[in-house]
């Protein structure tokens, strides 16, 4: 049985959500959970819940949490007793097979170097996210992790990206561009000029080559990849197109009493848009690059992100993802020096 | 009076709306419009409206037009003969006092270059756009012209923008601001980190510091800098997830009779939205940087765009926006090393 730890106290709704959302995958997915962070507070939880103690869960107690205002850096060295480094201590040394945390993503980055390190071959480690895409999502990395990039870095994320998708998304031969200020070949700036070659030239992977800001939403590739600072201002500009859309709605609506029942027969249509840009269906996405499975969720995720996290976690673990991208770590070598 | 060349070729509607929005503004901004393009074809348009040989409206003919297809650096060199080439050959001539188009941005700012060249002092220059917020708007450069960029590049789009939301779009003191993955200080690429000590430095120029892209949105700044390949992918993705969401909204609607009636009713309110989110009202942002004045407007433009970007063209002329760059090009050449 796949044993996952799970950071307790990590997320906007923890521990609350988290021990819920852990109960509830030790219930349904076959797994074992082991809930890391303060005894106390996850014991009160837990009685929250029925029939637990018949449950394949555990707990591991942890003195400190990172906060999400704590600096990443910093915190990953100094506060060692945290849930994050004593749920990674367990995967370094055998006792979990992955991680889970809904907290601080920088600082989970930050422990995760500092406690598993990275997969021999491997240059940067990447931070991902799962993206609404029309017709379903795409996976994009880096969104965060380096700020600056060269194309080795680049070249691995797509390698890694790809094995990922494929294995544990189920992504047949997935589709893997660049994100690019123009579709056609020889647009791009330095960076992607001198990356492009080395996924062209890449084995077995299905490059589609450049991908604009317009057409990630289309789903034209199922991994996009791109330096951390282009990730962040791609995925906050989303957030904050998202966010001013419906704001502006909102204002607009209200100015009329017609609009307001309007909206009123249109809620269910637009709930239904929302759940198709939910996050709380993917659970979280991967730490890529780092020597162990580690998962890190949406900071508002409620207790279905934490279980569905937890799934991922799980196919993390059966599908030998870290294997594979050590076995490509020759080849990453071989090609971008 | 101030004299506007009008690119008649350029943009989706060209001709006729172009020629209309000529027209338009001759008629209602007390300016002069020379109508540049084929002689034929402007004339067959002209025919369509009244009382023109009253209006300040003249035509000078120009052979060939550079096309949305063409390839701007290419299309600028071998395409002399075209509406672009010969209406920036009268700025530059001073026959007239500004240019305004609707069509190829990037052929506009190659062919400006190789007429008009960079105002003294000036190292690169950059593609503007003004950008919606909830509050009103916001003005991005570069969006486009220079994929790669150095801190001086960026310092120097800060200036410049300032200069022209100050002096044309009439925002006093305006809030300057940069991109990055984090609002922190300290937060940034190298780049970012490199261009904020300048910035910070500059006289008169009220820095606001970095701006996320959730931000851009919400008004935080009247100008926010950038590299022209960060400033694609906002602007792209912007579009994106604007196209993703109104297709979904369509989607989910279409799939309830009540919600059909609900979307009938919320109509009105939906556009005022997109009234909001127009780039019609502002007509089209200028090139900065190249000494000459012009404005390049969206390609859908409709008559109103166009003739509301003579009125900002007009502006620019009135304002010297010009001089002012000239006569900051000392400060930047002192600052920025």
New interface residues.
Partial sequence: MVRVALDAMGGDYAPQEIVAGGVLAARELGVEVILVGKRKEIARELEEHDDVSRLPLTVVHADEVIEMTDHPATAAKTKKKSSMHVGMGLVKEGAADSFVTMGNSGGALATALFVLGRIKGVKRPALATIY???DGYTFLLDI?AN??CKPEYLYQFAIMGNIYVRDVLGVRNPRVGI????EERGK???L?LETVPLLENAPDLNFVGNV???????GVADVVV?????G??????????????G???KQ??K??P??I??????????K??LA??DYKEYGGAPLLGVDGNVIVGHGRSNRIAVRNAIRVAKSMAEQKVIESIRNHSGIIGENAK
């Fill in positions: 609404p895409t029309i965060g700020a600056d994100i690019s200020n123009g791009g700036n330095k992607v604009e800001g317009k057409d990630v939403a289309r791109m330096d951390g600072f282009t962040n201002v791609l995925l906050k500009t989303s957030e904050g197109i998202a966010w001013m859309l704001e502006m709605i607009e609506v100015k009329s017609v609009a029942l309007g909206a009123f027969l249109i809620k269910g249509a637009m239904r848009v198709r840009t």
